[in-house]
Nanobody, 123 residues
């Protein structure tokens, strides 16, 4: 059974950068799309972006375009989320999740989820 573990979160100053990792175990990620989602206190979970099994990026929110990028290393069974120019609106718990093959518009189709990693942005 596929298990996902996020890491790389922490406290960063506004304008800074972080790179989150999503490491899979129990199965290969090679044929899965991997999405990144986030949830801030008191807010609904929102999709951030996704990378398909073929490496294509889909952005779920315009607010991260030009600042966040996603990549995958299939040999390491790992997906990375590079976050630059962070601001207070990016502070949230970030989750990675896997779906079969493609980046679906709904989180419903992502059936394996990590436990999340906290990103805090200080002004």
């Amino acid at each position: 059974q596929l298990q996902l573990v996020e890491s790389g979160g922490g406290l960063v100053q506004s304008g800074g950068s972080l790179r989150l990792s999503c490491v899979a175990s129990g199965a290969t990620l090679n044929y899965d799309a991997v999405g990144w989602f986030r949830q801030a206190p008191g807010k609904e979970r929102e999709g951030v972006l996704c990378i398909s099994s073929s490496g294509r990026t889909t952005y779920y929110t315009d607010s991260v375009k030009g600042r966040f990028t996603v990549s995958r290393d299939n040999a390491k069974n790992t997906v990375y989320l590079q976050m630059n120019s962070l601001n207070s609106e990016d502070a949230a718990v970030y989750y990675c999740a896997a779906a079969s093959l493609m980046c679906y518009s709904s989180a419903y189709y992502f059936d394996s989820w990590g436990q999340g990693t906290q990103v805090t942005v200080s002004s």
